[in-house]
């Protein structure tokens, strides 16, 4: 720390432990000078000599004690003896701490250069300039203390310097930075030991991008923000090393984040929140969403306001493919009877939804040669993330059906290339709400597309007794194709002639519809999610290998299991007679020889 000494008298100051200063002295004190209820005893000329302000006060004619009462002096008692002391010649030591309080108090005092030359206010302004803005740690310490002396520190323009200081070693080439700084966030080479001499002479250590990060985490918001918006004005920061300050800033103003529910009815951290959101950059990915959605989750508990929750909200939607389903699992404010605000997240995929479709039309018109364009990688991903939500909430037995069918309904079905998830979501609601009425039961399944669903999906499906009968049905409907398909493949990949020459095209567009479901393996059901099923594992009950019927592994034959279901249709409530009389009926089909493939195709039509 820089520090600067005045004066070469030694300091005579006595305090007697009860407010009182007095000046050592064989003369006797003449002027008595009262701060709040601190006393000094002091002497007119000293004070008259460098003082334009005392000059005003004490009277030029008399010789008797008079008391001089101050009480809007900046920095109180102790810059006023920094000041008196300077008066006397004795030494005073300026550092980073006090001499903002010094510079204000000088101020008010007039202490200039038409009263003497080489005053107090005169030596300051050199040594803040010279030395401390030049400091790195100084300059942030000394905008730290300004505070307390507003208006004065920015009348003085002295909090402005300090920004500027700051600001400008901020976006300094990080190749000229040659002071000291914090930075603890991530250990270094040295410290880590990994850092080696090479070629018997030791490499320079770089310095990272954020090495200013963690020092102006000690500032208070005001004076953060002040420095923020100077940084991102000059314009040579990149963004996202910005929201990284940001992030760091608010971990260590706000160590409780992610267990906000503590800080209710704070309005201080309401008023941090703002701002931080306010600070964040407009640009995507500057700040990861999985942070963004911690600040939606303080600022919603904490009712910050609706623009904060809408700029945060829009922020999220732009890069929703990085969330996490934990991240979006946002508890709902006092009041509602559901755990999680299904409601918010609803919003912020609407949000995307628009946004992705926004650019889908931008950079291809919406269309190709009339069809509409195939569905972004991150609509993909959003909608994987969806399903995953969806089978998270579909736990609370307070979620209406209406929304969470409105939520799954957000994501089009051409975003799932497999439908895997989506049918987990469904049959986890299905088997915490026994009492959902056959409508809304059909209503909610007709989200899936059962040609969408793996071997696994449909072996687990078609045992679910939770699902209507006209689901069941279709799937094993599909399963069939799915196996005549098959068999059909092999016994063309086995047959005389040109392999190419004896594939039909009715066989050819089977495997084309089936084989983009088949390769999605990481959302099969087997390997990522354990679904309840209502019976006894598939694979027991149907057997665990493909025969040279083309039947898929686990997969239950049509007529065996059309034939349990009949007989169990009365002693089920999830499928009576209504719901099996609109059922689909399993279309009759002969055992498939070369071409079944077209009959399958007409059959489902």
Request: hydrophobic share 35%; charged share 25%.
């Amino acid at each position: 720390m820089k520090f600067m000494k005045l004066g070469s008298n030694p300091d005579t100051f006595q305090d007697d432990g009860n407010e009182v200063s007095i000046v050592a002295s064989e003369l006797v004190s003449d002027i008595t000078v009262r701060i709040g209820t601190t006393k000094f005893y002091l002497h007119k000329f000293p004070l008259l000599s460098k003082c334009a302000r005392f000059q005003k006060l004490i009277p030029t004619t008399g010789d008797e004690n008079i008391e001089i009462h101050i009480h809007e002096i900046p920095g109180g008692a102790k810059a006023f003896e920094i000041c008196a002391k300077f008066c006397y010649g004795m030494v005073v030591t300026l550092n980073a701490y006090n001499v903002i309080a010094a510079r204000c108090a000088a101020e008010y005092l007039e202490m200039n250069e038409t009263i003497d030359k080489g005053n107090l206010i005169y030596k300051i302004d050199v040594f803040l300039s010279s030395s401390i803005f030049r400091s790195w740690k100084d300059s942030i310490i000394v905008l730290g203390t300004t505070k307390a002396h507003l208006p004065w520190a920015e009348d003085l323009k002295l909090v402005s310097h300090c920004i500027e200081s700051i600001a400008s070693k901020a976006s300094i080439d990080v190749s000229k930075v040659e002071w000291s700084y914090t930075y603890n966030r991530k250990k270094l080479p040295t410290e880590s030991g990994h850092d080696s001499p090479w070629n018997g002479v030791k490499q320079q250590q770089l310095v990272p991008k954020d090495w200013w990060v963690e020092d102006l985490t000690d500032l208070d918001i005001d004076s953060y923000k002040q420095v923020i918006t100077a940084i991102k004005s000059k314009g040579m920061v990149p963004k996202d090393v910005i929201g990284e300050a940001i992030k760091a800033y608010t971990y260590k103003k706000l160590p409780s984040l992610s267990k906000v529910s503590m800080m209710h009815g704070d309005a201080k951290v309401r008023a941090t929140l703002v701002t931080i959101t306010c600070l964040l950059p407009s640009e995507k990915g500057s700040v990861s969403c999985s942070f963004l959605l911690k600040l939606l989750k303080a600022t919603n508990l904490l009712k910050c306001g609706e623009m904060c929750r809408k700029e945060l909200m829009k922020r999220i939607a732009r890069q929703l493919e990085e969330a996490s389903v934990s991240d979006l699992l946002i508890p709902t404010v006092d009041g509602d009877t559901t755990v999680y605000d299904i409601d918010l997240i609803l919003s912020i995929v609407e949000e995307f939804v628009r946004q992705d479709n926004k650019n889908a039309q931008k950079h291809n018109g919406g269309e190709v040669n009339g069809h509409v364009s195939a569905p972004s990688a991150s609509m993909m991903t959003v909608a994987k993330i969806v399903d995953g939500y969806l089978a998270e909430v579909a736990k609370d037995p307070n979620i209406p059906v209406y929304k969470f069918f409105s939520l799954a309904e957000t994501v089009s079905g051409n975003s799932r290339p497999v439908h895997d998830g989506l049918y987990r979501a469904i049959d986890m609601y299905l088997k915490e709400h026994p009492s959902l009425g056959k409508s809304d039961k059909k209503r909610l399944c007709g989200l899936m597309d059962c040609k969408k669903l793996s071997p696994d999906a449909c072996a687990h499906a078609v045992q679910n007794e939770r699902l209507p009968l006209r689901i069941v049905v279709q799937v094993l409907y599909h399963e069939q194709t799915r196996a005549s398909a098959a068999a059909t493949i092999r016994a063309d990949s086995i047959g005389i002639g040109s392999y190419e020459s004896s594939r039909s095209g009715a066989t050819t567009n089977t495997e084309d519809e089936w084989d983009g479901v088949m390769a999605v393996e990481d959302l099969s059901l087997s390997k990522t999610t354990k679904l309840d099923t209502a019976g006894t594992d598939a694979e027991k009950n149907h057997g665990g290998n493909k025969g040279t019927n083309g039947r898929v592994k686990g997969a239950a034959t049509p007529k065996k299991a059309i034939g349990k279901m009949m007989s169990s249709k009365g002693q089920s409530g999830e499928r009576s007679s209504s719901d099996s009389s609109d059922s689909a009926i399993l279309p009759r089909q002969e055992h498939p020889k070369r071409t079944p493939a077209r009959s399958t195709k007409s059959a489902a039509a």
